[in-house]
RNA sequence: GCCGAUGUAGCUCAGCUGGUAGAGCAGCUGUUUUGUAAACAGCGGGUCGCAGGUUCGAGUCCUGUCAUCGGCUCCA
């Protein structure tokens, strides 16, 4: 779309005059690189001692709105790559030294290219670059492709959003710049419209909403990255794994237990000590020598309840699943809410199958992760996430080729909407990812389906076949929900906290008008009869008013309030409000209390979902 | 783990250049007996994340540490 090349090129003529204005007001300014991303920009820059804050972007944004109104000129030019290292030199700027070295090298900049150059692999057929271009605005010049607009008036909207450490192209032992983070767009209502969905993000950050409403909390005295879930919170947990683990069972997966530690052994069959060793919670029996691990994963687990008995192809598919915790010591700076835990819950299972079981087996889980995000009305898309050319995967190439071959098949015939990814594929085999887009449009990961080859194999896991041969079976290993942790943070930023009625943690609130006794009792035989049909509803009699009482429930977010008073006491009808959001079907207002709780009932039985899921332009304060 | 920012009552936040902590909501008590998004009054609540240091004196300055947030890196 020519629109969007027009943002793409004024993004990035953006970053260009913010490197400007940077240079402007810090003349020892080294300069890394500055490309364009989701909604923006940004410029890395190196400045030595001083250390940039948010409190001076206003000064940088009238410095760039200074150069914008200069209208100065992008004007291109080409120097031949030795000359222009000299420039670099000449310029102090040691970053796009390095950058025109590599180019003049091994014809590319970046990283996972110039590995494959090293090892003299190079597959993009690039040589080594002659001559680059610089685009000149004012008195700063740039090694850059371009394009660019014509001059820096010809921008749009901006606004410098925040700022960060970066890692100079990427690399930890690399030094670490400052990254200055703007977003832009054409016009100023583009830009206000962006920042009112940043605004609405941040109003439905899960970790606000669980504290709001009570889901869930973090202790100091337990550590970081480990969650406490609250009765609110556990509800929710258990309402979404008890689905996804119907699904199982329907599927015909079988429910196994495991322990939570394990001698770490186990992992040096597996191949995850080498990986991820450092990870491990490591934990020491006082009695014996044997040094434990909390489990980081499950499958090692359930590969030994595969091999405690001699298996026949009539067998399979062998198919295990639990929902149980898993532990990884996560370095700390990666931690955060519930999208990042050090405790994660996984909805996981493993099938043991033969080569010609694999597509079935697949196909029937595709189909499970469909029901599953349907249901939750989120939509999906799937990455194939392949191995790349690093040595980072274990197991024979050809089987990994076959492999990726049967997913790219996979998602064809079960007609997925999908994109490949290489690099992005467990050390043991290639995967399906799914991602969800939430109701603000943001994607994540969340279900996966991975074929492996080789645990069979460090497991020497066999079935006897129809010929009496030994047979490696294949491994199909998947999550619906993934981590039940960080798939409630995705939940309840897709939500908001408004659930459907088969997760709302309360689905029905009970207010009386008065504290009389016939009122309370009155009150208390229907949360009785609630019961009775399993569903969850609380009881508000406080010395309140009326509208304060229905405030807070609406607050609370809980789907149908009723008003109990002397009207409903009388002709035993209640009139249920019904939370905001939720659709309305004609003919549910009146009703006797049995025909209420029975809806309700079975809309939390069917999970149905009354609620539309978009941006409710802030529904709840008005 | 790395860079930067932040940490004051259960929550949201105020507390100027160091002089010994305050509001709203929530909670509790009382009055009120309430009709679909906030009745009224009173009360309780903080070793200012923690530990050192500077100072006559530290919520305020310095150092360390823990935690949180924004990114980077990583993610079986």
Aim: charged share 30%; aromatic share 8%; proline share 4%.
């Amino acid at each position: 779309m020519a629109d969007q090349d027009d943002l793409y090129v004024m993004r990035h003529s953006l970053a260009h005059i913010l490197a400007t204005a940077i240079q402007h007001q810090y003349p020892n300014a080294k300069f890394g690189v500055g490309p364009v991303v989701d909604n923006g920009f940004y410029y890395d820059i190196d400045l030595g001692d001083t250390k940039l804050s948010e409190d001076d972007f206003e000064r940088l944004e009238q410095e760039m709105r200074k150069i914008i109104k200069a209208d100065y000129p992008f004007e291109r030019s080409e120097k031949p790559i030795d000359e222009a290292i000299a420039w670099a030199k000449d310029a102090k700027q040691p970053y796009k030294e390095e950058l025109l070295n590599d180019l003049k090298r091994a014809g590319t900049t970046i990283a996972k290219e110039l590995d494959a150059a090293e090892l003299g692999t190079i597959t993009n057929g690039e040589a080594a670059v002659e001559a680059v271009s610089f685009y000149t605005d004012g008195d700063f010049t740039d090694l850059c492709r371009g394009p660019h607009v014509q001059s820096t008036g010809k921008v749009g909207a901006f606004k410098l959003q925040r700022i960060s450490g970066a890692y100079w192209r990427g690399n930890d032992k690399n030094p670490q710049m400052q990254r200055i983070y703007g977003i832009a767009f054409s016009t100023i209502e583009q830009l206000e419209k962006q920042l009112h969905l940043l605004e609405e993000a941040r109003s439905r950050d899960h970790r606000k909403i669980g504290r709001e409403m009570d889901l869930f909390v973090f202790s100091d005295r337990i550590g970081s990255g480990l969650p406490l879930f609250t009765p609110r919170g556990t509800v929710l947990r258990e309402e979404l794994s008890r689905f996804a683990e119907s699904l199982r069972r329907d599927a015909g997966f079988d429910r196994v237990a495991i322990p939570h530690i394990t001698k770490t052994e186990l992992y040096k069959v597996s191949g995850h000590w080498d990986k991820f060793g450092d990870e491990l919670f490591l934990v020491q029996s006082q009695e014996t020598s044997d040094q434990f691990a909390l489990k980081p994963m499950n499958c090692p687990h359930h590969n030994e309840i595969f091999a405690s008995l001699p298996r026949s192809y009539r067998d399979l598919p062998i198919k295990y699943f639990e929902t149980t915790t898993v532990y990884r010591d996560e370095k700390t700076g990666e931690l955060g809410g519930l999208s990042r835990v050090r405790s994660i819950t996984q909805d996981d299972s493993h099938a043991y199958c033969r080569r010609d079981q694999i597509e079935a087996v697949v196909a029937g889980l595709i189909n499970d992760v469909h029901t599953l995000y349907t249901t939750l009305g989120m939509t999906l898309r799937a990455r194939l996430s392949f191995r790349d050319d690093s040595n980072k995967y274990l197991g024979d190439p050809s089987l990994w080729n076959e492999a990726q071959e049967t997913i790219r098949n996979l998602a064809t015939t079960n007609e997925l909407d999908y994109f490949e990814a290489a690099g992005e594929a467990a050390f043991y085999g290639p995967k399906i990812d799914f991602m969800a887009t939430d109701a603000l449009e943001r994607e994540h990961q969340v279900a996966t389906v991975q074929l492996d080859f080789v645990q069979p194999e460090r497991f020497n896991l066999v079935y006897t076949a129809d010929d009496g041969s030994e047979q490696r079976p294949v491994i199909v290993h998947c999550a619906l929900l993934g981590s039940i942790e960080r798939f409630l943070s995705v939940y309840i930023e897709h939500t908001a906290g408004r659930f459907p009625v088969w997760v709302a943690p309360e689905q029905v609130r009970i207010i009386t008008v008065n504290q009389e006794d016939k009122t309370v009792a009155f009150a208390e035989n229907i949360a009785a009869q609630a019961k009775e049909l399993g569903l969850r509803l609380v009881v508000d009699n406080s010395n309140e008013s009326v509208g304060k009482k229905i405030r807070a429930a609406e607050l609370a977010k809980v789907p149908y309030t009723v008003v109990i008073g002397e009207k409903e006491m009388t002709s035993e009808q209640v009139n249920p409000r019904i939370r905001k959001d939720m659709v309305v079907n004609e003919g549910e207002q009146l009703c006797s209390v049995e025909e209420f709780l029975k809806t309700v009932a079975n809309e939390a039985k069917a999970r149905v979902s009354k609620t539309s899921l978009g941006a409710h332009e802030h529904a709840d304060r008005k």
